[in-house]
């Protein structure tokens, strides 16, 4: 029997949903995406190996040398690199989709070899990752613990025999005007006149950083404070005091804040403290202290 040439013809069938045409806008905006976040990251990467930040170090030095800049950097190399690994994958299955359906036949080879490189590339971006992170948490503790700035203090020893009431010594950055990075404090007396001290919230150096405590008399003949610090309090202090030059150190002892003197050249090794309220008695009472509840 012939077929009847005026038969209705036979509708097309639509793709079904699980047709690999299905979803390709979804994969243009997460190419989009990936290759956006990739660009952004390998920017920061180049931005921050060169810039400096005093927000991240005491004498603004470069942001790649201070503790755990390098394992930011890191992140943001690896973030970058594999949201640029993926966004090629993506595009080459997006590719295969394109010729697949201007040549109408149904030869998947391209399209099946492209997925497998996605896959690949996907599975391979999360193992480095993982690795990165492990590497990461170990390296960084051992990264701070080589700066001054984040060195692990230890507990003051105590003598034997000994028992003196512990006064805290801090010496902090201060100016007598609003500035970012300082905190408003009391009032204190900046001869002639009252004012207020506005403190650095970052304490410079304390009584963990000083090794021992000497009543001495200054050129004038009046009494006055020695301190000498230990290895890692000198390294802060003189940081600290290098970037102070011609500004303000405030020296507070239990939390007042005794002086404000303006520094005028690096402080490392020793310093030493006088001033009206520092009587010999007083000073005496501050070396026991010290000298008393620390070991030598």
């Known amino acids: 029997m012939s077929k009847n040439p005026f038969a209705p013809l036979e509708s097309t069938p639509a793709p079904s949903s699980s047709s690999p045409f299905h979803g390709r806008w979804a994969i243009w905006l997460v190419t989009c995406v990936l290759i956006g976040w990739g660009l952004l990251s390998l920017g920061m990467f180049a931005y921050q190996i060169q810039c400096r930040d005093p927000a991240q170090s005491l004498s603004g030095e470069l942001y790649r040398d201070t503790p755990g800049a390098w394992m930011s950097l890191g992140g943001h190399l690896l973030r970058g690199s594999s949201c640029v690994w ?93 500035r970012e990075g300082l905190v408003k404090g009391a009032m ?5 006149v009252e004012k207020v001290v506005y403190l650095g919230r970052e304490i410079i150096v304390d009584n963990q950083d000083i090794v021992r405590a000497k009543a001495v008399v200054d050129e004038n003949g009046e009494p006055a404070l020695n301190l000498e610090l230990s290895d890692v309090g000198a390294e802060k202090m003189k940081l600290a005091t290098t970037r102070l030059i011609d500004r303000h150190l405030a020296i507070m002892i239990d939390g007042k804040v005794e002086q404000i003197p303006i520094v005028r050249s690096p402080i490392s090794r020793s310093l030493w403290i006088s001033g009206p309220e520092l009587t010999a008695s007083r000073i005496h009472r501050i070396v026991e202290s010290i000298n008393g509840n620390t070991s030598e």
């Open 188 to 192: 204190t007396v900046i001869e002639p």
């Open 86 to 178: 993926l966004s090629i994958c993506a595009v080459r299955y997006l590719r295969a989709l394109r010729n697949l359906a201007i040549t109408g036949n149904d030869d998947y080879g391209e399209l099946f070899a492209a997925t497998q490189r996605g896959w690949n590339a996907l599975g391979s971006c999360v193992f480095l990752i993982l690795c990165f992170v492990a590497i990461g948490m170990a390296d960084l503790e051992w990264s701070l613990s080589q700066s001054p700035r984040f060195a692990r203090k230890e507990p003051p020893k105590f003598r034997p025999g000994k028992s003196v009431d512990s006064i805290l010594i801090e010496f902090r950055e201060a100016d007598v005007e609003p």
